[in-house]
């Protein structure tokens, strides 16, 4: 995989340019990674939405079921399950229109990855966004 998924100029206009982020795997509970990233992102200005099949609201944001569901346009779609559900998630995205797809550290799917590319989505991969914002701002 090396860097191909981890486009350095890819990953700053994410976090600079984007405004809504979803993030499916999203629930309220505070000691999972999504729910950390969600506010992380939500407290530098991002607009959070949160997917989850219980579709709750989390972090003061309505839930939504699914991608398809979600009745805003999406900039980015954050992938927080694990590896073996991703590729569905990222399907998902593509047929929902969002502009890029973010798989957290230890979530790798390039064959989901590179149908998002050919599909003319942004990809990072086996990234943090907290660790990549830190690094950049």
Same mark, same amino acid.
């Given at each position: 995989?090396? #860097?191909r998924f981890a486009d350095p100029n890819v990953i700053t206009r994410l976090?600079?340019?984007s405004r809504?982020?979803?993030f499916v795997g999203l629930t309220g509970n505070p000691g999972r990674? !999504? @729910?950390d990233q969600a506010r992380r992102l939500q407290g530098r200005g991002k607009r959070i939405v949160p997917v989850n099949p219980a579709a709750s609201e989390?972090?003061?944001e309505q839930g @939504? !079921?699914?991608? !398809?569901?979600?009745p805003v346009p999406v900039d980015v779609v954050g992938v927080y399950r /694990?590896? /073996?559900a991703a590729g569905a998630v990222v399907d998902e995205a593509v047929a929902a229109g969002a502009r890029a797809v973010w798989l957290p550290l230890g979530v790798v799917d390039e064959a989901a990855a590179q149908r998002a590319l050919d599909a003319g989505l #942004?990809?990072?991969m086996n990234r943090c966004p907290a660790i990549e914002w830190s690094l950049r701002h």
């Open positions: 995989m090396g #860097d976090l600079d340019d809504t982020w979803a990674t !999504a @729910y989390v972090l003061g @939504y !079921a699914t991608l !398809a569901e979600v /694990r590896t /073996r #942004d990809v990072v």
